[in-house]
Structures are given as structure tokens and as C-alpha cells.
């Protein structure tokens, strides 16, 4: 049997999004641009789409970019915002998503730039004190993701946002992760930008959105046509905004963290040496991330793999060697506890056997792997 536990990787497609996004490519497959009626009926869906997220947000349509998706919506927050800036300081969390970290190693590699890199605890939670202790005058932009990929960790940005507006400061939240997961209601929160991804809810690949605090001028990452009012040139993938729209409020995360709270206990039952991440923070309901000392992360998920499970790991390969995770590295874990890390991140399905089952396949691989390591 197979067991699909990687929603944080993303989230397989719904019903609801590929039924919208089939029938939106087979019926509006005019240019949103034209102006016949092959086009319209395009615009049409397109504008209807961007109404759905809106209200879902709590915004105005005029604030919304349809992207490619998280990657290309927080490139365009930090390039087309810092672009039109004096040189100054930027504020980040060290445990962003790399399409937050990288973008921003450029900027630090300019002359007259700096970004300085907030540490969270040891539970992977930034201090919403330590890190507005570093926003001045000269920042340019604070970005704080909203929730963590990897551990699940709920990041302070309340807080966060509502410093840097009274400092005039703009900010970049990450919301990628909290689609779903958590109530949004982002006229309350008041950032400046916040981007999203439609398939971490179970909508399209290669679809996302940067909401934009109305009035911010971006330079525009991509020129040509001048769609989506000249921030974002390129026909617009109006399939994809459509599924995007489908997916949402679709999939209810609401009752899983009793599953997870329950994994977490039966596993650290059976295996006392397993080490939790992030357990006494606040988390969204659905990821775990634990350690299992003297394994092998990538050797664990191969073998959950062969059992049926698809979970991630706690160390990504680059060029043929493991680097372990940035996040769990700015917690303070050792490299060799992050290599031996697993993270399982449940969906709305998931019951009690899958639980049960996974905890069951997790001690058998441990017994096969330690008997394994002592006979060699
Ligand atoms: C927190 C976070 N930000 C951004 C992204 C990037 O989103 P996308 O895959 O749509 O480019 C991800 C995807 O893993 C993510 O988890």
C-alpha cells in the first residue's frame, strides 16, 4: 500500500481544481489579452479567479499577482522592491525557504547593502523582540515567513508586520506553507507583500500569487506584454489561476495534528532515543520532524519508500554531497543529528492505521538497519 506523507512538498491534486482547471483550458482558450470574444471569455475566468483569492484573503483583486508560484513571487518582492531602493538593510529570518535566502544573498553582495540573519530558538521559533531589535531607519525590507516548510513552526509575523509598519518598514511574509493551515485574513495582518503557491493546497504546479499592498511600485522581473497591470508580463496562465482558485478552502487540515500528536506519542513510545523537532512550539497540525540518532536520514526514507511511505528528509543532495538542513542548523542541531532527520507532514486523509502503520514501518526499518550496521 502506498501512503502519500510529503503535503509539505506539495499536496496532490484535488478533484475540485483539476475539474476547473480542465474545463477552463478546453473553454476559455482565447488570449486574456484579445479583445473578441475568445479573449473575453478568458479575462472573464482570469477576473473571477482573482475575485475568488481576493475575498478568500480578504483583499482587494487589484492587489493580486498570479505568478508561477512561491519561487517567482518572492523573487518578485525582493528584486522589483529592493531595485526601486536607496541601498540599505534587510532583515531576515535564517530558517526562510532558499527563494527567500538566495534572491537576498545577491542583494548582500552589493555595495551599500547588508542583510542581517535572525537566528530562532532551539524549538525553530524566531523572537519577535530580537528580530525588530534589528529593524532602523535604513531597513529596506523585513521578511519573516509565515509558517516553516520543514519543522511547521507558526513564526510571530503579527508581531513582526505590525513593528515594521509603525517604523515604516516593508515586509515580506511567506505564506506559502500556511495556505490552508491556518485562518487568514491579510487586510488585518497589513504587510506589504505576501506570496502563495496553488499546489501546496492541492491546486496546479507552476501557479502562485504575490499579494501587493496597494500603491508599492515593483520592478517588474519579467517585461514584455505588460499583463497583470505591467507587474508581470507574460499571457497568464488562466488554467492555472482557475485550478488555483478551485483548490481553495478545499482541503481541511483542521483535525490532523490529533493524528501527528498521536504519531508522535506512540513513536516516542516505541523508540525512546527519537528526537522531536519543534514539539513544544506552535505548529501547524500537520508536521512532524524528529531525528533518528545513529540512522541515516536519506537511508530511512529509502527504506520508508520500499515499505510505501513517501516522506522527506532532513538534508538536501547537491552536486552529489548531503547538506543538511539550513533550518535545523540555525536551531542549533549538529550536522549529524540534521543528516539523521525525517520529516512527515500528513494530509487531510490520513487516519489512525496510517499513523499506526507508519510508526510500525519506522521500528522495523530501525531493528533491520541497526542489525545491518552491527553485522558489517
Ligand atoms: C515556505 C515556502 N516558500 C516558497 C516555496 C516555493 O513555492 P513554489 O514551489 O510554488 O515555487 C515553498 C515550496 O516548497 C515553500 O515551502
Request: some cysteine; proline content about 4%.
Amino acid at each position: 500500500m502506498q501512503r502519500y506523507l510529503d503535503y509539505n512538498a506539495t499536496a496532490p491534486a484535488i478533484d475540485e481544481s483539476l475539474t476547473a482547471f480542465t474545463e477552463a483550458a478546453r473553454t476559455a482558450s482565447g488570449n486574456p489579452s484579445s479583445l473578441h470574444w475568445a479573449g473575453r471569455a478568458a479575462r472573464k475566468l482570469l477576473d473571477d479567479a482573482r475575485d475568488s483569492l481576493a475575498e478568500y484573503l480578504n483583499i482587494e483583486p487589484g492587489s493580486v499577482v498570479f505568478t508561477s508560484g512561491g519561487t517567482e513571487a518572492n523573487n518578485m518582492a525582493i528584486h522589483g522592491w529592493l531595485s526601486k531602493q536607496e541601498p540599505g538593510k534587510i532583515v531576515v529570518s535564517a530558517i526562510e525557504h532558499p527563494s527567500v535566502l538566495q534572491p537576498l544573498e545577491s542583494w548582500a553582495a552589493k555595495p551599500g547593502w547588508e542583510v542581517v540573519s535572525v537566528r530562532p530558538d532551539r524549538n525553530g521559533v524566531i523572537d519577535a523582540e530580537t528580530f525588530c531589535s534589528h529593524v532602523d531607519a535604513d531597513t529596506r525590507l523585513a521578511c519573516l515567513m509565515l509558517v516553516n516548510n520543514e519543522t511547521g513552526t507558526i513564526q510571530p509575523v503579527e508581531e513582526v508586520v505590525a513593528h515594521c509598519r509603525h517604523s515604516e518598514v516593508a515586509t515580506l511574509v511567506d505564506a506559502v506553507q500556511a495556505l490552508g493551515k491556518l485562518p487568514l485574513d491579510l487586510s488585518k495582518l497589513g504587510a506589504d507583500f505576501v506570496s502563495f503557491s496553488a499546489h501546496k493546497i492541492g491546486g496546479p504546479k507552476g501557479v502562485g500569487s504575490l499579494i501587493i499592498r496597494r500603491g508599492h511600485k515593483l520592478k517588474p522581473l519579467l517585461q514584455g506584454g505588460g499583463q497583470e497591470r505591467k507587474r508581470r508580463s507574460g499571457t497568464e496562465n488562466v488554467p492555472g489561476a482557475v485550478g488555483f482558485a478551485a483548490a481553495l478552502g478545499m482541503l481541511d487540515f483542521g483535525n490532523i495534528s490529533a493524528i501527528r500528536n498521536g504519531f508522535e506519542e506512540r513513536l516516542a513510545k516505541a523508540l525512546p532515543e527519537v528526537i522531536f523537532f519543534s514539539r513544544e512550539a506552535g505548529r501547524v497540525g500537520n508536521t512532524s520532524m524528529f531525528s533518528m540518532p545513529g540512522l541515516d536520514g536519506e537511508t530511512l526514507l529509502m527504506q520508508l519508500d520500499l515499505a510505501g511511505f513517501a516522506v522527506a528528509s532532513g538534508s538536501a543532495c547537491s552536486s552529489g554531497k548531503r547538506d543538511a538542513s539550513h533550518v535545523l542548523l540555525a536551531m542549533g542541531v549538529s550536522d549529524l543529528q540534521a543528516q539523521s532527520t525525517i520529516r512527515v507532514s500528513f494530509g487531510p486523509e490520513h487516519t489512525s492505521e496510517d499513523r499506526d502503520a507508519l510508526v510500525g514501518a519506522l521500528v522495523n526499518i530501525r531493528e533491520r538497519l541497526k542489525m545491518m550496521a552491527g553485522a558489517s
